[in-house]
């Protein structure tokens, strides 16, 4: 099946910083991509979603000047989380739309742990 | 009322058992229905996607939708220790390379 990669797989940051993840798509072309948030135990909760060229759609009670999101190219999004504070600490996992297969595929996710 | 209900279980069968994980859900505009494996600590894994009402197997899984009942099921047989991951039940209106909405997942375990 298709993949997806993320980098970095896991974080560490201080409180404060800003940190940025990459989300890719290795053999197809995505013009829609997902970011989620998982915490310990629980399902999917859908933050996102990044069209290429335009400016990504927030699901309700996500701010969009926390989690900033780019979709510069049908391969690439990143999620830069700015300000990053312990409470932002997750599991953040990014999914890419094939259209030719109407499949969604995930990537491996990224841990966040925010000192 | 949540879209998607599932429940997160634990589920813990012995080796070799059938298992059965169901979701229901509110919304009839659903279309498309996916059953999703994760591991812990990794990302989801697309194990079933069906189109609208009825079966759908492979190998070992088979995917059951009623729309007319909103209720989608996923089978096991021949359950074995690997199968131990969570569960998550996925719908979407439009496409399932579009916008999905998850179920809570359900957690299952296979005893040797």
Known sequence: GAVVSQHPSWVICKSGTSVKIECRSLDFQATTMFWYRQFPKQSLMLMATSNEGSKATYEQGVEKDKFLINHASLTLSTLTVTSAHPEDSSFYICSAGDPSTDTQYFGPGTRLTVL | ?????????????????????????????????????????????????????????????????????????LFIRDSQPSDSATYLCAMSAVSSASKIIFGSGTRLSIRP
């Open chain 2, 1 to 73: 009322q949540k879209e998607v209900e599932q429940d997160p279980g634990p589920l813990s069968v012995p080796e070799g058992a059938i298992v059965s994980l169901n979701c229901t859900y509110s919304n009839s505009a659903f279309q498309y229905f996916m059953w999703y494996r994760q591991y812990s600590r990794k990302g989801p894994e697309l194990l079933m996607y069906t189109y609208s009402s009825g079966n759908k197997e492979d190998g070992r899984f088979t995917a059951q939708v009623d729309k007319s009942s909103k209720y989608i099921s």
